[in-house]
């Protein structure tokens, strides 16, 4: 172990003493480690940030001279690998300005406990505020997660719509109001999120996108793409699918279908594509291909159900998946994957899942992403 960490535990992992036994608690899961002798338990006191592993050696060895500068390292890493432990000289500096610390403050609590002796709670807060999002859609879904992601810190968006405020988009569309009836969605919108996060950079591009070019020169500059555009049904997918393929940038996309909510994610290069999940389809499932293929062939376009609820928790799903992400804290969950959730009792689970098929008209040649990159 570095002698330049200062073991601290997390103030998520607080540590109490009781009849030969410490536990360590946090985020609804307590940990139990005999200590006959309260050695575990004065280690932990020691480890308060202000002392390296060789300083916590030395004081450890005058209560307890047995145990080796070996043995303290070990119990130190262990107590990392458990994630009750954060580097205390990492700070700030370089990373966030005191704006950010303020505004972010609650984040970074919540990212402490997510922190490690190599990984600091800073860096992880910066990771979000870098990455460059194009929103596809600040419809429904849309237009809360333009708030929620300016509220998590993202601060670089292109949001893309080409509609205007109707008094049905209101039971949902939180972004708006009955004075906004009639006005382009993406301007209002980038009003709005400026005036809420004044920071943030936000363009707004006002237009319909009909192919896979349209979307690939929108969100080529781009990490990540999230796609809640629902109209046209039959083809938004390809399109979103095909521009970020060819672009080589990550997607999410989802939607709301009546009573249940729905998302995804592709890696262009590393999952399989919308095209592979098709083809999955054709091959496992021939009633659900012949009637996607009538649904096209009809020119289907869906119901226009979108409640509130579903709304909201969905968008809770999607930011959970950005900030995994973009951060790394923990693995995406929808990457090759259908997540389904559904109103009647408000459990996810996966619908469907698909790898990567090697002759894949549209992605086969798609290069995998380099390593440590959020595409």
């Not at 000289?89 to 997510?114: H, I, K, M, Q």
Request: hydrophobic share 40%; glycine share 8%.
């Amino acid at each position: 172990m570095s002698n330049d960490v200062h073991p601290k535990v997390k103030n998520t992992a607080p540590v109490f003493a009781l009849d030969g036994t410490v536990y360590v608690g946090g985020c609804g899961v307590v940990s139990n480690i005999e200590d006959p002798d309260g050695s575990v338990h004065y280690v932990l006191a020691l480890a308060d940030g202000t002392r390296t592993p060789t300083e916590i050696h030395t004081a450890m060895a005058a209560r307890f001279p047995h145990l080796t500068r070996e043995e303290i390292e070990e119990a130190l890493s262990a107590f990392d690998a458990y994630g009750f432990l954060e580097d205390g000289a990492r700070t700030s500096d370089g990373v966030l300005d005191d704006y950010s610390l303020r505004r972010w403050d609650r984040n970074l609590w919540f990212f402490e406990a997510y922190a490690a002796l190599a990984n600091d709670k800073y860096s992880m807060q910066r990771r979000l505020q870098d990455i460059r999002i194009a929103l596809l859609g600040v419809g429904g879904l849309g237009s809360h997660l333009l708030y929620d992601l300016a509220a998590a810190g993202v601060q670089d968006i292109r949001i893309v719509d080409f509609d205007t405020i109707d008094l049905s988009n209101l039971n949902r569309q939180i972004i708006y109001n009955e004075a906004d009836i009639g006005l382009p969605k993406t301007e209002v919108a980038q009003r709005r999120i400026k005036a809420f996060s004044p920071r943030m950079k936000v363009e707004a591009v006002q237009a319909r996108i009909g192919s896979g070019e349209d979307v690939r020169r929108l969100v080529e500059d781009r990490d990540l793409v999230i796609a809640v555009v629902d109209r046209p049904t039959m083809s938004i997918a390809n399109w979103v699918n095909a521009g970020c393929v060819a672009a080589g940038v990550r997607f999410l996309a989802g939607g709301v279908e009546t009573k249940r909510a729905i998302y995804y994610g592709v890696v262009p290069g590393e999952t399989g594509c919308v095209e592979c999940w098709r083809r999955h389809v054709a091959e496992t499932d021939p009633v659900s291909a012949a009637l996607l293929d009538e649904k096209r062939r009809l020119g289907f376009e869906g119901d226009n159900a979108a409640f509130g609820p579903l709304v909201t928790v969905l968008t809770g799903c999607i930011l959970a998946e950005v900030v995994r992400i973009a951060t790394g804290i923990s693995p995406p969950v929808a990457s090759g994957r259908l997540m389904e959730l559904t109103f009647d009792d408000f459990s996810i689970c996966e619908a469907e899942t698909w790898s990567r098929q090697p002759d894949c008209p549209v992605c086969a040649s798609a290069a995998t992403p380099p390593s440590g990159s959020v595409g």
